[in-house]
């Protein structure tokens, strides 16, 4: 009976391909891996071709893509006691590998579950107005939480942006109201200002007129076209204003004589 070298050797090539497989690890340009060796960290590898150890080494691969986080709908009452509705997105990204997996279990939960407090939080703290145009303000104010909270994690908050202010039905009626009365408000007090300053305009005017000795006779001249235009019946008698000094002034009584 012969001796049958295959019978040993196909096994052993197959446990080669394995081990090679498993000790062989691509690394995409935007990926890293975080290895452990015998439960120690290593560091982070790539990208590129990576060689481990299979059994003894252990690896996380981790993305240094930007994460677009959706923050889900958050009930708030703002500082003036108005029920509101809030939503969010964040936009964050991995700097560091090690500390993304070595600190924090589950970095994408953990930056969620944080930016939804985050988001009550600021939220809570600010008034309906200052929530509906101030957003710019609340956004920065937010990142600013986030990103100091998750540098201990590994991660970079690159920007956060308010979607959506979600306001009770009633509430949008009376808020429309109040801009129908402000913009009421403001047009009374700019035709208030336009009628004050006509008449310091119609003083100045009058009071150059009456400088200058026939100046009204001339102004009454100029006037009689516009009056000629108008509808209906109507007849105008200029005279000359100098006739004013036939008559006795006004505001004297016969008692003073």
Known sequence: ?????????????????SFLGAAINVVREYERLVVFRLGRLIG??????ILIIPIVDRVVRVSLRIVTL???????????????????????????????????????????????????SVAGQADLDELLSE????????????DDATDVWGIKVTAVEIKDVIIPEGLQRAISRQATAERERRAVVVQALGEKEAAEKIAEAAKILNSQEGGFYVRLLRSLPEIAQQSGNMLAFPLPVELRHLFPPLGKNSDDD
């Open 70 to 120: 959706d923050v889900p709908t958050q009930e708030v009452i703002t500082k003036d006691n108005v029920t509101t509705s809030v939503n969010a997105v964040v936009y964050y990204r991995v700097i560091d590998p090690n500390r993304s997996v070595n600190n924090v279990e589950e970095y994408t939960v953990a930056t969620a579950q944080l930016a939804q407090t985050t988001l009550r």
């Open 135 to 146: 957003r710019d303000k609340l956004n920065q104010q937010i990142q600013k939480i986030l």
């Open 44 to 49: 982070e590898k790539g990208p590129g071709l």
């Open 1 to 17: 009976m012969g001796f049958d070298v295959s019978f040993f050797l196909i096994p052993v090539i197959v446990v080669l391909v």
